[in-house]
């Protein structure tokens, strides 16, 4: 496994990002799409999108309906776009525009889909380490390790970006490929807004911890021990956004959004993903 050498983006969550929309072709489908990438860190500051005419052909829509969705991009200061030779869409540095943006993802989410969707990627994670904990070797399992012991104390992007390729090595080596495509597509959904946890370090510790505890669980080969492990990660996860979408629910504009954003900035955030969940 080359998993050592893999680059900061991920390029499953990449070929996620640009399934392609179909009948469903609509701009605000491919700004959802572009914008879910940009969260995951499939694609980082400064690195280029493809052109308005690759995005066309990997979404399969209109060249016109890219360009709306990249005009709303750059109107939200997601991207710029630079004409001429070596010219193209960038992404900025932005990280508080990509929270906001995906503030607004979670306040627009009805609580019952919120926990629909935690429930959905609580299965498909926990199928993923059940069969980890039959195949993974030692060597694979030391590897995956060795790189998230090296990402504890990453600024929150990098750190999200490291943290999300973690996740889907270990889905990788359940060996299914069918149940590690449908984990990629759940990460691409989900990760956006579990990366608004990371407003705290003391949440990112908590995923970190839960990360070390599954790829322990699964060297040994126990697989009630790691189905816990992501059960009680995963359901910690939505209680905590339950509590953040109830609070921004409160913000009446843009202004007391970001307000709310900062106060959760300066919480502790202390909590143990070994908790009961709900």
């Known amino acids: 496994m080359e998993f050592a050498s893999v680059a900061p983006a991920s390029s499953r969550l990449r070929t996620a990002a640009f ?12 700004e959802t799409r572009l914008m879910q990438a940009i969260s995951t860190g499939a694609f980082i500051e400064g690195e280029r999108l493809p052109s308005e005419n690759e995005l066309s052909q990997l979404f399969g829509v209109a060249v016109v309906t890219v360009r709306e969705a990249l005009g709303t991009l750059r109107h939200r200061g997601l991207i710029d776009t ?10 900025r540095s932005s990280p508080g525009v990509v929270e906001e943006v995906n503030a607004q993802a979670l306040l627009a989410m009805p609580r019952v889909a919120l926990a629909d969707l935690g ?25 995956v390790q060795r790189v998230l012991v090296e990402a504890r104390d990453l600024p929150a992007g990098p750190w999200r970006r490291r943290i999300t390729d973690v996740q889907l090595e270990l889905a990788a080596l359940s060996q299914s490929v069918r ?6 597509r759940m990460q691409t959904e989900f990760t956006p807004l579990l990366a608004l946890q990371d407003m705290q370090v003391e949440q990112r510790h908590l995923t970190h911890d839960a990360l070390l505890a599954q790829i322990e669980a699964t060297r040994e080969g126990d697989i009630a021990k790691t189905r816990e492990v992501v059960r009680a990660s995963v359901r910690s996860s939505v209680r905590w956004l339950g509590g953040l979408r109830t609070e921004l629910l409160g913000a009446s504009g843009s202004a007391e959004l970001r ?4 106060r959760y900035r300066g919480q502790a955030g202390a909590a143990s993903f070994k908790g009961e969940a709900a």
């Open 119 to 143: 429930v959905l990627y609580e299965v498909i994670v926990a199928a993923c380490a059940e069969y980890a904990c039959l195949r993974a070797t030692e060597d694979e399992l030391d590897v």
């Open 179 to 184: 149940l590690t495509s449908e984990h990629v």
């Open 19 to 30: 399934a392609p929309i179909g009948d469903e072709g609509r701009a605000e489908l491919v």
């Open 82 to 91: 630079k004409r001429g030779r070596g010219g193209g869409s960038f992404v």
């Open 259 to 262: 307000a709310t954003l900062e």
